[in-house]
């Protein structure tokens, strides 16, 4: 279970505190659980005048403490992300592979396993040349940036990505008989530097259950809150305040405004042919 997180504010800010200090930092979610290790990778992103600045290694954020710490300190702006890997069955582990991944100036990174990604990839159209790995959430970061591409605003994007996979599923399902659908979760977190847009969505069940610290949270129910002033997004709270969960499917965006951030959610009502798609969290 991949472990993602983001911070939002008025003024170039720093995120460390979250991602390495607190009590349930991100840094310590990676090796709290010895039966639900992150262990395949890690990285951060932020954005400089120059667009985004990313740190990212294949190895375990737990064998690099000095460099994530490093890194946290490092990232300091509006937009802060990070993200700690658990890897999908048959994808890689390097620093390619690793999260966030970047391109014309948006990050991306996700937690699940998109299990038709050669399929979504074969639709990405002239998008399929820009993939640099093999990696099922690269593939879904081009085809959020495709229907990007095509006019949608990122709600929009994300809501096409899960109608999609599901329209491909229906011509390619009897290739995957082991499989209980196109994917298990697509919760992700994309920015292109003035806030951050997620999903917040899971059809079944990964390798996980709960959170790393809340064993009463659903893996695949992101929480939010604010702190000073802070927009705050995480797989499961990074410290011990109070924070209030999505209610997937939905998708969230903060943007920074002059004196604060603008936080909007937006519920979805995604189908398939067979009727409403699956949220794990509901069943």
């Known amino acids: 279970m991949c472990r993602l997180f983001a911070q939002v504010a008025p003024q170039d800010a ?3 505190s979250f991602l390495a200090d607190t009590e349930f930092s991100l840094l310590r979610q990676a090796d709290a659980d010895p039966d639900n290790l992150q262990k395949d990778g890690w990285g951060l992103a932020w954005f400089g005048p120059d667009g985004p600045q990313i740190v990212k290694s294949g190895r375990s954020a737990s064998d690099e403490r000095p460099r994530f710490i490093d890194a946290s300190e490092a990232a300091r702006s509006k937009v802060v992300l990070g993200h700690i890997r658990a890897a999908s069955k048959g994808i890689g582990i390097d620093d390619q592979r690793a999260h966030p991944f970047s391109d014309e100036g948006w990050v991306f990174m996700h937690n699940g396993t998109l299990f038709i990604h050669r399929e979504v990839a074969a639709a990405l159209g ?3 040349a820009r993939l640099k790995t093999d990696s099922d959430s690269e593939v879904y970061f081009q085809q959020f940036m495709k229907f ?13 990505c899960i109608a999609e996979n599901w329209r491909l599923w229906e011509s390619c399902r009897g290739l995957y008989p082991e499989l209980p659908g196109p994917y298990s979760s697509l919760n992700a977190i994309a920015s ?8 917040c969505h899971a059809a079944h069940r990964g390798l996980a259950e709960h959170g790393v610290f809340h064993p009463d949270q659903p893996w695949s129910v992101m929480s939010w ?3 000073d002033g802070r927009f705050l997004l995480a797989s499961e709270g990074v ?3 109070d924070w209030t969960r999505l209610s997937p499917p939905e998708t969230i965006s903060a943007v920074p405004t002059a004196d604060g951030v603008d936080v909007r959610r937006r519920p979805l009502s995604p189908l398939c042919t067979f009727g409403p798609v699956p949220e794990v969290s509901r069943s």
């Open 192 to 199: 292109g530097g003035n806030g951050i847009h997620a999903l």
């Open 148 to 160: 990007r591409a095509g006019g949608a605003d990122p709600s929009a994007a994300f809501e096409a």
């Open 126 to 128: 002239p998008r399929r």
């Open 14 to 16: 720093s995120a460390r």
């Open 239 to 241: 410290d011990g305040g």
């Open 225 to 227: 809150t604010l702190r």
